[in-house]
């Protein structure tokens, strides 16, 4: 992998994490409804012991990595550290910059919209093959360990992230379920297109590179 690509997945993988902590910020503020599963375990932690959303997302998703580690044996990759400190910033920044939607109507399309927002960040991010973050690192594991489909492997963990999170009070409603139900069925569709597109970029930017040679 040479500069210019190192440079080019990582601007893919940094773009997938803005997105993802966009898309995880839209449903938190239409949380009336329910929020996703790992974020009904950040916001019930947050309810029960202070500190921030984002900075749940960055301790839960630590301890996740260690967990990882001592299973497989094997270090972490740097995509999996970028996510872990990253996203719980990005979920901060935006969950501050959105304003709370002010009728029923508002929170269901910031809730559908921000269900699309976050498949398709997770597809862009998984794409850049930088590694994937701590919740994806094992999903992903999963799945190539199991064939299973990635949709039914994601919805398994998230159901054990729910569970928790509404033992600690977190908001859980009809989003919840939306949100676990149709996560999935858009990174099925997401990053096979994040793929191909990173690799048109790839191929167009090696064709310019030897251009220049």
């Known amino acids: 992998m040479n500069k210019r690509e190192k440079t080019l997945r990582l601007s893919f993988f940094l773009s997938g ?19 996703g ?3 009904v375990l950040h916001v019930g932690l947050f309810q029960q012991l202070g500190l921030t959303v984002g900075t749940w997302a960055i301790l839960v998703g630590a301890l996740i990595i260690a967990l990882t580690v001592a299973v497989t044996k094997k270090p972490p990759r740097i995509g999996a550290i ?8 990005f979920i901060d920044f935006f969950n501050w910059l959105i304003p ?10 910031i809730l559908l919209t921000g269900i699309i927002v976050i498949g398709y960040g997770v597809g862009i991010y998984v794409s850049a093959d930088l590694g994937e973050g701590p919740r994806d690192t094992i999903m992903m594991m999963i799945v190539r360990k199991t064939g299973w489909n990635l949709s039914k492997v994601r919805r398994s963990i998230e159901i054990v992230a729910l569970a928790l999170g509404w033992m600690l009070g977190g908001p ?30 790839l191929s167009k930017e090696a064709k310019t590179a030897a251009h220049h040679a």
């Open 17 to 35: 994490l803005v997105i993802l902590g966009l898309g995880v910020a839209l449903t938190i503020k239409g949380q009336r409804l329910g929020i």
């Open 172 to 201: 859980v409603g009809i989003g919840t379920l939306l949100i676990a139900l149709f996560t999935g069925t858009i990174v099925n569709i997401s990053l096979p297109q994040s793929r191909v597109a990173l690799e048109r970029l």
């Open 100 to 109: 709370e939607p002010q009728s029923l109507i508002g929170a269901i399309a």
């Open 37 to 39: 599963p790992w974020d």
């Open 82 to 89: 970028l996510n872990m400190l990253l996203i719980g910033v």
